[in-house]
């Protein structure tokens, strides 16, 4: 809808329309919006199968942040044992994972119906798996310094403020702790695409609260959720402002589309707490 990409709604399914869209209420929508998807089947909801979590007990493994292509393994600290926090990581795709490698795992997600995933997956495999629902534009109902791995796939276009989220990782993770993040480069909501071609059709930042009229913003909301642009300087930036040290990053493309055909829109970040 007006020329936007739909980041994650790949298969093109619109969820139930909502019957009141209140701006206040973005990550309610969102909410439900994620809730919809796992009923369609949407590809960041499959949980991984039974085989592919046998492999990760064996030491064969890999997850992802964007799209395609998988976290280096370097990235990560050592899994037996450490406490991590998969943070809008719902869906039972990488926490299962690194339940196999022997970690401590707590997932906070916005969708029910995420978790419930989990949850299945987790009774499948029959291990234990710490679950909240959370808005993560909230104070995160964790302690300071609770966690050695924050795992954050490409989600917070779903929020308005992601400063508030990288100051929020910076205090949940121990010193020395690690923050592997994933998120979409703006350009993305600059460019609409028909079939054959890219077009500008959006300025940024992409903010449907701030910049969009109420019938626009029910459109848009109505058909891919509540989404956001957030700048090179917020993503990147905003992490070292939290206190992070950079330490890795790395481009990806979609899996599909016009852009991908031309350029990589995603980007994946290690970040360490000094």
């Not at 495999?125 to 995160?140: N, S």
């Not at 609409?192 to 077009?199: A, R, V």
Request: glycine share 10%; charged share 25%; proline share 5%.
């Amino acid at each position: 809808p007006g020329g936007r990409i739909c980041l994650h709604n790949f298969n093109g399914r619109r969820p139930e329309r909502m019957s009141t869209m209140e701006k206040s209420e973005y990550t309610a929508i969102n909410s439900r919006t994620w809730d919809g998807w796992v009923q369609e089947g949407n590809p960041w909801t499959v949980p991984v199968s039974h085989e592919a979590f046998l492999r990760a007990r064996h030491g064969e493994w890999d997850v992802v942040l964007t799209p395609k292509k998988p976290v280096p393994k370097e990235w990560f600290p050592a899994l037996q044992g450490a406490r991590v926090l998969g943070l809008a990581s719902g869906g039972g795709q990488q926490c299962p994972i690194f339940s196999a490698l022997g970690a401590s795992v707590t997932v906070f997600d916005n969708s029910q119906r995420q978790l419930d995933s989990e949850a299945a997956v987790a009774s499948r495999e029959g291990y234990a798996i710490r679950m909240i629902k959370g808005d993560m534009t909230k104070r995160l109902p964790f302690d300071d310094e609770s966690f050695d791995l924050i795992f954050h796939p490409v989600s917070n276009c779903y929020i308005q403020d992601v400063l508030h989220v990288w100051r929020e990782a910076f205090r949940v993770l121990r010193h020395g702790g690690v923050l592997l993040a994933g998120f979409a480069n703006p350009v993305l909501y600059a460019l609409g695409e028909d079939e054959h071609e890219l077009e500008l059709t959006n300025r940024l930042p992409y903010d449907p609260i701030k910049n969009f009229t109420q019938q626009e913003f029910e459109r848009e909301a109505g058909s891919s959720g509540v989404q956001f642009s957030h700048s090179l300087e917020t993503q990147i930036g905003g992490q070292i402002e939290a206190g992070f040290r950079l330490g890795g990053l790395y481009e990806d493309y979609d899996t599909e589309g016009v852009i991908a055909r031309y350029m990589p829109t995603f980007i994946a970040t290690k970040a360490v707490r000094e």
